[in-house]
């Protein structure tokens, strides 16, 4: 079962930038047998669970919530068996608990809060 650990969190002003990082083990990072979506969410205070991003094993295709598209980049680094999300141009409603996901396993999240 993937281990999976967030970081990079933190307070922001609105238009700054954070880089979130999720270092994974416990599984094959990178398999070319099998097909997974490695993936960011996000819950903001009092609500419930949403997708941000997601990249593909395989493919490395990438897709991102209407929300975050053209601010946020979801990568990997193979060799490092991490994943990314660059958030840019942060904005109020950005505030949440980051969490990594693969499969069933998610991260223990990392906290992003986004004001002046």
């Known amino acids: 079962e993937p281990h999976l650990v967030e970081s990079g969190g933190g307070l922001v002003q609105p238009g700054g930038s954070l880089r979130l990082s999720c270092a994974t083990s416990g599984f094959i990072f990178v398999r070319l047998d099998e097909s997974y979506d490695l993936s960011w969410v996000r819950q903001a205070p009092g609500k419930g669970p949403e997708w941000v991003s997601s990249?593909?094993?395989?493919?490395?295709?990438?897709s991102y919530a209407d929300s975050v598209k053209g601010r946020f980049t979801i990568a990997r680094d193979n060799a490092k068996n991490r994943l990314y999300l660059q958030m840019n141009s942060l904005r109020s409603d950005d505030t949440a608990v980051y969490y990594c996901?693969?499969?069933?396993?998610w991260g223990q999240g990392t906290q992003v809060i986004v004001s002046s």
């Open positions: 990249i593909n094993s395989t493919s490395d295709t990438t």
């Open positions: 996901v693969i499969g069933a396993s």
